[in-house]
């Protein structure tokens, strides 16, 4: 069974830090990889999609990278803000599962503190 | 992108009743799911919900206590049965069964039940 696992579960940081958040996963036979964000109390908002053939994608401040052999994942978060702070959250689609379905990880807590 | 709304956004509900949480798409979707999110936990998928035929429901989840209706390809409800304190948590829908596709969720549903 897949297994994704991120560390570290908490990060509290000043503005303006440079930030490298990690994600693993055990079965590297995987459709893709996403990072969303979780706001306390609500629902996700996806911040970046890998593709399996896929190394990295950007959007913004966010860069996110894949090395699927070695199952692992990173978000890089440039120049942190205030209004960064939420939960953050890798999921991977696995091959051969129920089509669709992504397995979670428990997420890095972020305060960016002023 | 696809635009979800989920209704209620949150509940304080007694023990023994249940609830219907309500997902609406703003675009036709072939796959939906629901997901449970436990306090301090990552998120565990309840059931698979195709249009026009009965939910796929993952270990530990049964129809009777998830009963779920997709009547048609936009719309999908949720019931949470016989509610105890231990089904306090955060309920998700999400969308994009693709491959490669993009998932995106609503913004969820706090239930608290006491």
């Known amino acids: 069974k897949q297994e994704v696992t991120q560390i570290p579960a908490a990060l509290s940081v000043p503005e303006g830090e440079n930030l490298v958040l990690n994600c693993s996963f055990t079965?590297?036979?995987?459709?893709?990889l996403q990072w969303f964000r979780q706001d306390p109390g609500k629902g996700l908002t996806s911040l970046l999609l890998?593709?399996?053939?896929?190394r990295e994608q950007t959007s913004g401040r966010l860069n996110a990278s894949l090395d699927k052999s070695s199952g692992r994942s990173t978000l890089y978060i440039a120049a942190s803000q205030p209004g960064d702070s939420a939960t953050y959250l890798c999921a991977v689609r696995q091959r051969g599962s129920t089509l669709g379905r992504l397995y979670f990880g428990r997420g890095t807590q972020l305060t960016v503190w002023p | 992108s696809a635009v979800i709304s989920q209704k209620p956004s949150r509940d304080i509900c007694q023990r023994g009743t249940s609830l219907t949480i309500q997902c609406q798409v703003d675009?036709?979707?072939?796959?939906m799911f629901w997901y449970r999110q436990q306090p301090g936990q990552s998120l565990t998928l309840i059931a698979t919900?195709?249009?026009?035929?009965?939910?796929?429901?993952e270990s530990g989840f049964v129809i009777d206590k998830f009963p779920i209706s997709r009547p048609n390809l936009t719309f999908s409800t949720l019931t949470v049965s016989n509610m105890s304190p231990e089904d306090s948590s955060i309920y998700l829908c999400?969308?994009?069964?693709?491959?490669?596709?993009?998932?995106?969720f609503g913004q969820g549903t706090r239930l608290t039940v006491v």
């Open positions: 919900a195709n249009q026009g035929s009965e939910a796929t429901y």
């Open positions: 079965d590297s036979a995987i459709y893709n």
């Open positions: 675009s036709q979707v072939t796959m």
């Open positions: 999400s969308v994009g069964g693709g491959t490669q596709a993009e998932a995106f």
């Open positions: 890998i593709q399996s053939s896929q």
